[in-house]
C-alpha cells in the first residue's frame, strides 16, 4: 500500500517539465512529494535528494512557475463566485440605463425628423409660385367650360 501512495506522488510530481520516473522517486523518497514542496525546496535541496546541479536548478525553476499557475488557478476559482455574484447584481442597473439611453436617443430622432419635415415643407410651400396681383383682382368673364351649351346667354339670343 505504501509503494502505491509513492506512485502516485510520482506521477503528480511527473507534471513538472524535466522530471521523469525516477527523479519523481528521488524526489518522493527526500520528502518532496508536491509540487509546492518542489518548489520551496530550490535547487540546493534537489541536489541533496540526488539530483545534478544543472538539472536540479531547471526542475526549480519549471516547479515555481508550475506552482504559481496553479495558485493563480487556485486563486480565481476562489474569485470566481463573487464575481459572478457583483456582475449578476450590477446587471438591472446597465440594463435600466442602456434603456434609459435608447429611450433619449429616440426622442432625439424623432424630433430631429420632425425639425427636418417642418423645414422641408417650408421651403416647399415658400418656393410654390405666388399668384399674380392681376390674376387676382381680375375674375374671368363668362361662363365656365362646365356649363352647357343651353345656358349659354348668346345661344339662348340665337334661339329666338
Known amino acids: 500500500m505504501a509503494t502505491g501512495t509513492k506512485g502516485?506522488?510520482?506521477?503528480?510530481?511527473?507534471?513538472?517539465?524535466?522530471?521523469g520516473a525516477a527523479t519523481a522517486k528521488k524526489l518522493v523518497d527526500a520528502k518532496l512529494d508536491t509540487v509546492s514542496k518542489v518548489a520551496a525546496a530550490g535547487a540546493a535541496k534537489l541536489v541533496?535528494?540526488?539530483i545534478q546541479a544543472a538539472m536540479a536548478k531547471k526542475v526549480a525553476a519549471a516547479a515555481k512557475k508550475l506552482d504559481n499557475a496553479s495558485?493563480?488557478?487556485?486563486?480565481?476559482?476562489?474569485a470566481a463566485p463573487a464575481k459572478a455574484k457583483a456582475a449578476a447584481k450590477k446587471t438591472p442597473a446597465k440594463a435600466?440605463?442602456?434603456?434609459?439611453?435608447?429611450?433619449?436617443?429616440?426622442k432625439s430622432a424623432a424630433k430631429k425628423t420632425t425639425d427636418n419635415a417642418k423645414n422641408l415643407a417650408a421651403k416647399v410651400k415658400s418656393k410654390a409660385k405666388?399668384?399674380?396681383?392681376?390674376?387676382?383682382?381680375t375674375k374671368k368673364i363668362g361662363p365656365s367650360r362646365n356649363t352647357p351649351l343651353s345656358k349659354m346667354p348668346w345661344f339662348r339670343n340665337a334661339k329666338k
Open 130 to 137: 405666388p399668384k399674380s396681383a392681376s390674376q387676382s383682382s
Open 8 to 19: 502516485s506522488k510520482a506521477s503528480k510530481l511527473t507534471a513538472i517539465p524535466g522530471v
Open 96 to 106: 435600466k440605463a442602456t434603456a434609459s439611453k435608447a429611450t433619449a436617443a429616440t
Open 48 to 50: 541533496k535528494a540526488g
Open 71 to 78: 495558485a493563480a488557478a487556485k486563486k480565481a476559482v476562489k
